[in-house]
Every structure is written in structure tokens, then in C-alpha cells.
């Protein structure tokens, strides 16, 4: 947290105190002992001394390394287009779909929907401050860095490391299963009622075949995974347009993809999974990754921003229009043509967004001698079967499973972020050391040295400056994540349980 410049071509740094915060200081060649320090413009000319580090700070790697793993990951370097779709296609899937079904007065289900959009930004700019905190573009090794900072934590290292990938491989197949079940469900009235199998397994399988050369792709780098979540948003665009059609004729069009699931899928909570996403910080460092020239690091951090901040926006003003298409009672049903072009679109919205969905899943662990024998992707394959499994449910269980997707993605989404972010700010030690805005300044002696910082009241006062309004963002920022993690997180898990229970 550096200070803005008293005069150039030197600006004054932070205090890192290496002894009170476990870590080194960021600042090479200085002395990490002085209240502050001159840094040269030269030593960081990226003007962000925060930003982010993709590797290890305890382990330095060769850049090239860090190149090479960035490219092997499902989410490696992408444009910032790219990033764009992968950050609105989230959004334009099953809770947009149900939105129209939502049994609320407009007026408040647009301030609902408004709330969530935010929701949804806030969310995603915690995630984002996180990851430049800590220095760290992984999910994992922000758990880490709040839950088992430090040495001697091997043990609970390893557990997190499990428990997160743990949750983010259930997250998603039980995603990309709900998804597939609703594809089925508003494909099935289409079909012959007399087939060789049940129509909902010849359906699930057809999908499945279709949906399998995108999900066996290395990345969601590759054009026909791209080009298939584009054709998802567009198809989402195209139920839209029938939407409006039956709307302006006044006819009923319920959605058959709400048909399995569970109880708590009604009202509010619809809404806020509509906003649910799960992979800003992958995003973010396929962005950081695409940089080449260490200049546009700072421009680069700010685009994200920016287009996150677009795509919620763009995703709020899509969503919108379906607050008023509800019809009315006793109204007419559509033409076959329209029942039939609204399933298309329907189900090609949601199954072309499953390859996507599970290529960035974990992998199911499969024994080293199993993968010595044959070059298969043996756990890709597992992670499909499984998912095919889940959507095959019957209707009780997988009112449940989707129940559990559900409080799933509410968590990850609207909790863990604030929860985190709560830890790391208030109940760990600081990652460095500023000089406190009620520190008085100190008085020269004879024997100090002109160039010494620590009597340059000039450097003091703009430091002082510079903590006053950071406090002012803290409280604000504290204010908003206390108000998302109880109000709005536990209010939303009181009211499952008791949706659960029986109560109301």
C-alpha cells in the first residue's frame, strides 16, 4: 500500500515489518527496518506494488514455469472477449430461465433482482481484492492462506486442499446434472410417446452424445467451446424472443425445466441462484496471463473490474424483461410451433453451457497403476458417467440433489467470499505493516541522518493522508461483508432449513 508521490521521481512505500507479519519484505535492497522507504519509480513500474503474483512467494518460480502451468490449466490465458462470455454465461442459464415463474409484485422482484445483481459484483470484487492480497491467482491457496497461513500446517494443508476441490468437483457435476435433467425435461414433450427406451433416458443420452466431443476438449480455451457457449447465449437470446411473443399474446408458458425440482427452487431464492457464479479468480488469472508487457499489469486489473462489472450489468438488463412476462390465468396455450421452438431454445441454452461447466471440474482420483496402462482420460470419462447418473435420478432424489445444488451455490457464491475475506482482515495477522494515522511524528536528533525516513514529516503526513481514507474504504468494506455474510447468508440459510422442515 504505497502513497501517493511527494515529489518525483521517488514515492514513499508502506512499512513491512518482516518480524511482525511473518513475511519478507516485497521491497528487495531496502531496509525493512525504517518507518518508511524511497522506492524509485523504476523499481515498480507497473504502480501497483499488490498486484497480483500467480506464483508462490515462499517459492519462486521461472516465468516460463509459471507460463507453462497457467497454459495447462482448463482456464489458461484468454482474451479479454473470451473472459467476458465466460463471466456473463453463468448468469443466462436455469434461474434466468425461471425467473418468469417467480410468484412476486414487479416492483419487488425487480428490487430483488437489482439486490442480487450487486450481490453478484460485490461478490466477485471480494474474490478479486483476495486474490491481489494474498498474491494468490487459486481458490485453494486463498483458503490457505486464511485457514493454515504459515508453517507446521501440512496436515490441515492437505485436508483444505481436499475439501475445496472436494466442493467445487460436487458444485459442478450437480450443476452440470441439474442442467442436463432440464434440458430433458423440456425436450420431452417432443418426442414420440413410443421409443425403444423411456423418453427421459433416450433424451438424457442424445444430449449427452451431443454435448460429449465439446466436453472432452483440454480447455476453455478452444474455439468449439467458446463458439458453444456463445450458441448457448444466443439460444438463451432466442427463448427470450419467444417469450416475448407468448407474452404479447397473452398466453401461458410454463417452464417445464422447474418439473424436478426440489422445494426450495420458489420465489427469492430462484433469483439469487439466477446470479450464482464460480470462477472469477480462474478468470482473472487467465486474464493477468494474457498479458505479455509488464506496463499493462495495472490496465489489465482494472479491466477485469470493468468487464465484470459489464457482464452483471448486461446479465441484469437481459434478465429484467422476464419480471413481466408472467401470464395471466386461464390464458390460451400456445401453438405447437412456438411450444416446440421455446423447448429448442430452452435446452440448447442450458446443455451447451455443460461442457464448460465440467471441463474446469476437479478430477476424480483414479489410482496411478490405472493410469499407467492406458493413456484414456480415465477420470474425464468418470466425471461424465457420474453426471449422467445424477440427471437419471428419480424424481425424489433428485428433487434433493437439486435442493443441495441449491444451498451449494448460495454458499460459494454469497458466504464464502465475505467469510474469508472477514478472516483474513480481522483475525490474522496483517501481510504488511503501515504506519498508523495516530502515530506522532518523530523528532530528529542530532545524530540522524538527512536522508533517514522516519524523520521526514513531509513522507509521515502524506502516509497519515494516505491511512485516513483507506480506513473510511475499510469500514465501508467491512460494513458491506458483515452485511452479506448475516443478513443475506444466514438469513438465506435460516429460511432453507425451515423451507425444509416444513415450516413455511
Known sequence: MASTSPRPPSRPASLSDSGSSGR???????????????????????????????????????EDEQRERLLASPVPPLSSPTVFLYLLAPFLKLGATLVADVQM????????????????AFTRQIWYMLARYVRRADMEEIVLEAFARGRGHDTRRRLLRYVVRGNVGVLRILLAAVYLRASTDALIPLLPTRLLLPSNITTTLLLALIILPLYYSPSLGKAKVV??????????????????????KGMVTAQASSSSLGSLWEGIPVIAFA????STIPLYASLKGDVQPELLKQKRSKSFKLLSLISVAFAFLLILPLVFFQSPNHSPSPTSTVRTMTAIFSAAALSLAIPSILITSPALPVSFAMRRLTNFPISKTLVYVVTISLSLCPQPIFGILSDVLLVLAFLSTYMLPAFIHIILHNFRRPLSIIIPPS????PRTASASESDSRYDELLQRKERTLQRRRLVRRIVWDIGVWTLLVPVGGGGLVWAVGRIAGQW
Do not use: K, Q
Open 24 to 62: 519478507i519484505s516485497p521491497i528487495n535492497g531496502y531496509d525493512s527496518s525504517a518507518a518508511l522507504i524511497l522506492v524509485p519509480d523504476s523499481a515498480d513500474p507497473s504502480g501497483a506494488p499488490f498486484d497480483i503474483d500467480i506464483s508462490s512467494e515462499d517459492e519462486e518460480e521461472d
Open 105 to 120: 409484485r414487479r416492483e419487488a422482484e425487480v428490487l430483488v433482482l437489482l439486490g442480487f445483481a450487486g450481490l453478484a
Open 227 to 248: 463458439y458453444a457457449t456463445w450458441t448457448s447465449i444466443a439460444a438463451f437470446v432466442a427463448w427470450m424472443a419467444c417469450m416475448a411473443y407468448t407474452h404479447a
Open 275 to 278: 446470479f450464482t457464479t464460480g
Open 439 to 442: 502515530t506522532p511524528a518523530i
